[in-house]
């Protein structure tokens, strides 16, 4: 016979339905949900927003903006996406 998991389910059995709980208290885990799966949505932004920034640099690069002008433009949009305010709430679980 297989043995269960943390959670009592046993093994080579079908997925356990989504109201199946599991306690992810033996991997170090206190939440529900592996902080890792928490983590998932800022990281996307914060990766989002350097593709971004990216884009937004060759652009200003292709229509020959001065390179002060396209330097304040980055600035602005670097420092407004790495606002502490805004980061804090972006991290918030």
Not at 28 to 42: I, N, R, V
Not at 63 to 86: C, H
Request: aromatic fraction near 6%; hydrophobic fraction near 40%; glycine fraction near 8%.
């Amino acid at each position: 016979r297989p043995p269960a998991c943390v959670c009592g389910h046993p093994r080579g059995l079908p997925a356990p339905r989504p109201s199946h709980r599991r306690t992810w208290a033996a991997f170090g885990e206190s939440a529900a949900m592996p902080s890792g799966q928490l983590m998932t949505m800022p990281l996307l932004i914060v990766n989002m927003g350097g593709e971004m920034v990216y884009i937004l640099e060759q652009r200003l690069q292709a229509q020959k903006i001065p390179e002060a002008k396209g330097q304040k433009v980055l600035s602005d949009v670097v420092r407004t996406m790495y606002y502490p305010r805004f980061i804090e709430e972006l991290l918030k679980p």
